[in-house]
């Protein structure tokens, strides 16, 4: 329920509404304006109900939220949210560059795919210490050993660091390591794993499920800001359909149907989202095109020999030219990375 209170309303009057949505047990919410004075009140709708605030002298008026996911709807928070990341910031006007290899594999491949991103504008360096793969023979990750390189190359290059939490129980440990936590599309919908990271005080990327619609990924969102954390950005990074040209169909209209739709940060995977090294940096410029609040790219210093996704890992000479094409196209958008 949203509740607009009237001009004339004080501060007192304000916190005697609040009172009350608490002592119903509701959760409130208070969103001050340079008008207005917004409250929210989220809960069972037959104790909202109960309320009857319509009838309150000092509330203007009174709109449920339709929308199932409640914190996350534009509903609520109308205007754009901006997510910080160390440094880098994504909403609003602000486009943020995230690259880096798939894995932590080495200090000197991680070292130089961190600088190839960093030359090509990234403000933010991804690697994964954990890999959640199909198989259970591929490679997993490097685990502790490698959140610890991960944070150590980049404090080197001087970029944040984001990487993927896949357990309940890891959320501490990356969290220590790292600047933003990242949930994966196969663990878009373990509510557990969404409450934690919620609760760990870290920006979260939360990648959008392979077979999830996005109805789907507002909902997943809704439990890390039900859980207190609203520095929330969300990922689209292709979906699962009967085409086999591409590694997924990376639905780019998600991106202005979110955007409609919530306040939140999207941004766009385009590696996972084609699987193909040549479709990367079109997909990449298209998704900024459909505004998108960033990208998040793989680039490795020798894909050939990547232990995951080198298929899909830009060479750092294609990185820095991405970085350009950018560059130009969100010039023409008046935006900058």
């Known amino acids: 329920m949203i509740i607009v209170m009237k001009p004339e309303a004080?501060?007192?009057?304000?916190d005697r509404v609040l009172n009350r949505i608490a002592a119903k047990g509701l959760k409130p919410l208070h969103m001050p304006g340079s008008e207005r004075v917004v409250l929210g009140a989220l809960g069972d709708e037959r104790v909202l109900a109960e309320l009857a605030l319509d009838g309150d002298p000092y509330v203007e008026s009174v709109k449920p939220i339709l929308a199932p996911y409640k914190l996350v709807s534009r509903e609520l928070h109308p205007h754009d949210s901006l997510v910080a990341v160390g440094g880098a910031s994504f909403g609003g006007n602000r486009f943020g560059l995230i690259a880096g290899p798939c894995a932590v594999e080495t200090e000197d491949q991680l070292l130089a795919s961190a600088q190839a991103a960093k030359a090509a504008g990234a403000r933010v360096l991804r690697a994964g210490a954990y890999k959640p793969r199909t198989s259970p023979y591929a490679f997993q990750g490097h685990g502790p050993e490698a959140l610890e390189l991960l944070a150590q190359v980049g404090r080197a290059v001087g970029l944040p660091v984001v990487t993927e939490v896949i357990e309940s129980g890891d959320v501490e440990l990356v969290a220590r390591h790292a600047d933003a936590l990242q949930v994966g599309?196969?663990?878009m919908q373990n509510?557990?794993?969404?409450?934690?990271?919620?609760?760990?005080?870290?920006?979260v990327?939360?990648?959008?499920?392979?077979?999830?619609r996005i109805e789907d990924l507002l909902l997943a969102a809704e439990y890390v800001l039900a859980a207190g954390n609203?520095?929330?950005?969300?990922?689209?990074?292709?979906?699962?359909?009967?085409?086999t040209a591409t590694r997924n169909t990376l639905d780019?209209?998600?991106?202005?149907?979110?955007?409609?739709?919530?306040?939140?940060?999207?941004i766009v995977d385009p590696s996972h989202g084609t699987g193909r090294r040549d479709l990367v940096a079109p997909m990449a410029l298209a998704?900024?095109?459909?505004?998108?609040?960033?990208?998040m790219v793989e680039v490795h210093v020798d894909p050939p020999t990547a232990l995951s996704d080198g298929p899909q890992s830009l060479y750092p000479d294609q990185m820095i030219a991405l970085g350009k094409q950018l560059g130009a196209v969100l010039g023409v958008l008046g935006r900058t990375l």
Request: glycine share 8%; with cysteine; net charge positive.
């Open 10 to 14: 004080t501060e007192a009057e304000v």
């Open 185 to 187: 599309a196969r663990n």
């Open 191 to 203: 509510f557990a794993l969404l409450k934690a990271v919620g609760a760990a005080g870290k920006p």
């Open 205 to 212: 990327i939360l990648k959008r499920g392979m077979s999830a």
């Open 230 to 243: 609203d520095q929330l950005i969300l990922c689209e990074r292709g979906i699962r359909t009967f085409e």
């Open 252 to 266: 780019l209209a998600a991106v202005p149907v979110l955007k409609a739709k919530t306040h939140l940060p999207v």
């Open 287 to 295: 998704a900024a095109a459909a505004g998108a609040d960033g990208l």
